[in-house]
């Protein structure tokens, strides 16, 4: 005989694959540019600067759904940019909107990292490993921050800020896929480097896979 729990855990085993099979995937390729060596600084350093350009090396491409709603990220985990060897780990991290980020220090040295992007305009001092709390920042508006050490001039790295929680990261073949989108028309945004974001339209269908290149 079912019973009334019975009937509850069915229907939400039901709702959620109904839900599930609602979502709609965004899968593809974008053809990334060829590794840029480091004209200006030192290959060990993950960001090369090309003029004006700044891009991640080796290149990645960053997708992302742009026209859903926004939606601020207060309860998103806490991301990390590390200074470890004179360096940014990662030297590109992408967040959604709201997500506080901290910059510890894991050099036997002091750094002072800064950001004059419009995006985001912030100076942490000079702040030695051992220094707690960690310094961090909270990043509130969409946009590209470019970091820098006021002590160790080679160091860059870039934070990709999104208001959508909708973004990943290619693979280094530029493959990628978007899951749990929600199905309506939207803009759908590849990010290659600080000088180029390739666009395509899309209209997603719910439980629909759809394939979408940027050749």
Known sequence: ????????????????????????TLEGRVELPKSRGAPVINQ???IVSKGATLAPDPPVAI???????????????????VQKDLAF???????????KVEFPNQDDTYHNIFSYSAAKRFDLG???????PIPSQVFDAPGLVTLRCDIHEHMRALILVLATPHFVK???DG???LRGLPAGAYTLRAWIDSKTTLEKRVELKSGQTLQVNFP
Do not use: N
Not at 63 to 81: H, N
């Open 1 to 24: 005989m079912i019973g009334w729990r019975d009937v509850l855990y069915l229907s939400g085993l039901l709702g959620s694959a109904s839900a599930a099979f609602a979502q709609a």
């Open 44 to 46: 060990r350093y993950s």
């Open 89 to 99: 780990q990662p030297g590109l991290l992408v967040v959604q909107v709201g997500t």
């Open 175 to 177: 493959s990628y896929r």
């Open 63 to 81: 997708l992302y759904l742009e026209g859903t709603p926004t939606k601020v990220a207060p309860s998103a985990p806490v991301q990390q940019m």
């Open 170 to 172: 290619t693979a280094p």
């Open 126 to 132: 000079r702040y030695r490993p051992d220094e707690r």
